[in-house]
């Protein structure tokens, strides 16, 4: 059997120690296994030529068979470029090249057949191709061609003189290796119950399509397995975690709920808080451990939901926790849920890193003798001195901040781990959520509280300032009180600040008898809280601010977002900014001011944002436009996404499909003793061991 990963690439025909090198940096490929597993992102129909005389300025690629009849290099400094006659004895065209004049010319022949395939463009009332794919036709059979593969490259790969191209030819060099059997990464049975093509077989078609039928067969069976072991390794932790742990049993629904709800419930709970809390109660009531994601947006009650689970946890005399990813968040939630249990005889407290000493002291002793009921905070709250009594319930808030590995902590709080109540208001879209967080049960509130005016959206050019400030005197005028947001992304953090703090100026200037505020994350807590309660408490009318907003806060009367640069903010960070308004009974608005020069996807992105108040809808949207490894909150959670022929965007119904697959197989192999599954389960050790991210996956 040929084993790929053992064999380094260096020893291909065709890569030297320097391509080594750049497809070791540029696309981490070290084997033939790595090389054969960077798949084409494109293929083109390479089986049908063209003539000249066809041509149109209007046509996708194409290809063409002819010969150059003269070139020169014409024009000087950056207009510089190469410009070769063509003609396949129908016509003439012009072959025009931009970039790597001096190489292309030292290389092209007169009177030898060509290959070229480009698109064709009219310029001057003359069509020709740019930056040309040329190969020898000689020594190529057309009818072998079928579709041509694209590679992804770098800039520094082309720097290299590696492109596409040469890609395929290193490709062309393994998949003939490819005459020696490989082992098969799927059990037989799997592959015969599913009809999936042999891995030998799909390995070569992926590269080197005869047609598209195979090639879809191909990427079926690659996608198949793909996201199969994904999913088999997700469900088999949380089967394994199951049988490790047992959950807290909360038989019964006590004085603390009851009170609470017939007392203190200030409103009547939406339906689906009463669908959600019903889940819940479910849940702490089966002897499993519950790992739920709370998905509800930005206003749709959460906390409520979150307070009426912690108490059924006091309820049945355990300790509940509530974690959130900033000072200002928890201290938040802190008053919020204060204020919602006022007069019922409950110990709450609020832990982070800046409470003062003695009251940590006494907080923390409070925790260990039960005294403290519930407790609020920050990361604080996973040091190793925050012991409890007996911790029965965690909320985590906004779970993107935080890691894996930290809400592992929580759990070795106790011999067994508490329910666990993830809560986000950044709707992840399902097929992405069973991917990520593959073994958390997922409750949606999906209605917002009766009374809210929908925010109206309204999208801007950065030149039309003057009405813009209009309609904000207007609002100040009537005790409204305005955001001003600025992005603020790492790799130029300095301009951003630069904009920011000339922001700060204009509006100061422009608006001389309101107070302005100013906040971004560079300052110190102190400071930024100071800013942050002169906004909340009203004494400031304007807050100036980058997105450290983003998360939380929350001034019921502010009723106007301004997000300047909106076209540097991806749609979820839009969303939940926009977010931060409409909290109170009053209209609200958010206004996305952009440049006037916009890109195709930026445009739909405003668009969306404008038509849709729907945060599904809008991260939906968000999958489809950017692809799951863009999106927000993704990167951050510690599982990144390095799918190589799945698609989360467009592969959901086969993701739905092999997690039931794999669900099955999990089921009825319980100590993985089936014969017929050797091979899957030794799979599954293999790419947990060479897969850093499958072991932090929940
Ligand atoms: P989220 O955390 O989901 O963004 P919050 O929990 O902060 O939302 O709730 C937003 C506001 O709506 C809060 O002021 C809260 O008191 C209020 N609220 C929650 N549930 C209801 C309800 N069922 N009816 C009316 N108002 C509600
Ligand atoms: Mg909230």
Known sequence: MLDLATRDIKFLSGVGPRRAEILNQELNIFSLHDLIYYFPYKYVDRSRVYTISELTGSMPYIQLKGQILHFNVVGEGRKKRLVARFTDGTGFIDLVWFRGVKYISSSLKLRQDYLIFGKPTVFNGQVNIAHPDMENATDIQLSSLGLKPYYNTTEKMKRGSMNSQSIEKLMKSVVDLLKYPIPE?????????????????????????????????????LKFEELFYIQLNILSYSKERQLKYKGFTFPKIGEYFNNFFFKNLPFELTGAQKRVLKEIRQDVGTGVQMNRLLQGDV??????????????????????????????????????????????????????????????????????????????????????????????????????????????????????????????????????????????????????????????????????????????????????????????????????????????????????????????????????????????????HIMVATTVIEVGVNVPNASVMI??????????????????????????????????????????????????????????????????????????????????????AKDGQLLQFVRTVAQDIIDKDKNRSLIENKLL??????????????????
């Open 185 to 221: 990464t799927l059990p037989e049975h799997i592959i015969q119950k599913y009809k999936l093509m042999p891995l030998q077989e799909a390995l070569k078609i992926i590269h080197f399509p005869g047609d598209a039928l195979s090639l879809r067969k191909a990427q079926y069976r």
């Open 563 to 648: 997000i300047e640069n909106a076209e540097r903010f991806g749609l979820s960070q839009l969303h939940q900014l926009r977010g931060r308004v409409g909290r109170g009974a009053d209209q609200s608005y958010c206004v996305l001011v952009t440049g006037y020069k916009l890109s195709e996807i930026t445009r739909k992105r405003i668009e969306i944002m404008v038509e849709s108040n729907d945060g599904f809808e809008i991260a939906e949207a968000d999958l489809k436009l950017r692809g799951p490894g863009d999106l927000e909150g993704t990167q951050q959670s510690g599982v990144a996404f390095d799918l190589k022929v799945a698609d989360l």
């Open 299 to 540: 206003g749709s009650g959460k906390t409520l939901v979150a307070l009426m689970s912690m108490l059924m946890a006091l309820d049945n005399g355990y300790q509940a926790c509530m974690m959130a990813p900033t000072e200002i968040l928890a201290s938040q939630h802190y008053e919020t849920i204060l204020e919602f249990i006022h007069g019922l005889d409950i110990r709450v407290e609020l832990l982070t890193g800046s409470t003062r000493k003695k009251d940590r002291e006494r907080i923390l002793s409070g925790l260990i003798s039960g005294e403290v009921q519930i407790i609020i905070g920050t990361h604080a709250l996973l040091e190793d001195t925050v012991t409890f009594k007996a911790l029965g319930f965690a909320v985590i808030d906004e779970q993107h901040r935080f890691g894996v590995a930290q809400r592992a902590k929580l759990w070795i709080k106790n011999d067994n781990p508490p329910h666990i109540l993830v809560m986000t208001a950044t709707p992840i879209p399902r097929t992405l959520a069973m991917t990520l967080y593959g073994d958390l049960d997922v409750s949606v509130i999906d209605e917002l509280p009766p009374g809210r005016k929908p925010i109206q959206t309204i999208h801007q050019f950065d030149n039309r300032k003057k009405s813009l400030y209009k309609m904000v005197k207007d609002q100040l005028a009537m005790g409204r009180q305005i955001y001003f947001v600025y992005p603020l992304i790492e790799e130029s953090e300095k301009i951003d600040l630069k904009n920011l703090e000339q922001g700060y100026e204009l509006i100061t200037q422009e608006f001389p008898e309101y107070r302005v505020v100013k906040v971004h994350g560079k300052m110190k807590p102190a400071e930024k809280d100071e800013q942050m309660n002169l906004f909340a408490s009203g004494q400031a």
């Open 681 to 698: 389960w030794s799979q599954l050790d293999n790419l947990r061991k060479t897969n850093q991210n499958w072991a932090a996956i929940s």
